[in-house]
Nanobody
Framework: QVQLLESGGGSVQAGGSLRLSCVAS??????????MAWFRQPLGKERGAVAG????????HYDDSLKGRFTISQDSAKNTLYLQMTSLKPEDAAMYYC????????????????????WGQGTQVTVSS
């Protein structure tokens, strides 16, 4: 059973930091999550891409508006994806989702939501002003 399990969400004051984690399990091969990404969905709004990583090479891509504040990384030994978020703003409040796919092309760009097959249940981030 393929599973992506996010954790690390919570409530933080504006200017604070959080680190989200996503553990991938049930995969028979690491190639099944060759591309991993974080998406977020603010309340009442559409889900949008935050950052992605091509896991074999570690190449990363970000939504331009989040560069410099958010960092995506991986621990291959633990099959874990991270999202370090700093200088958080109230507008960063959202449900954050981890996604993975073997075929999404994330080597040179951040793929759209529709390209991802596997999704986690999400972890909520709340930022108070």
């Amino acid at each position: 059973q393929v599973q992506l399990l996010e954790s690390g969400g919570g409530s933080v004051q504006a200017g604070g930091s959080l680190r989200l984690s996503c553990v991938a399990s049930g995969y028979t091969s690491r190639s099944r999550f060759k591309c991993m990404a974080w998406f977020r969905q603010p309340l009442g709004k559409e889900r949008g891409a935050v950052a992605g990583i091509h896991t074999p090479t570690g190449r990363t891509h970000y939504d331009d508006s989040l560069k410099g504040r958010f960092t995506i990384s991986q621990d291959s030994a633990k099959n874990t994806l991270y999202l370090q978020m700093t200088s958080l703003k109230p507008e960063d409040a959202a449900m954050y989702y981890c996604a993975a796919d073997p075929d999404a092309y994330c080597y040179s760009s951040l793929p759209p939501e529709a390209d991802f097959h596997d999704w986690g249940q999400g972890t909520q981030v709340t930022v108070s002003s």
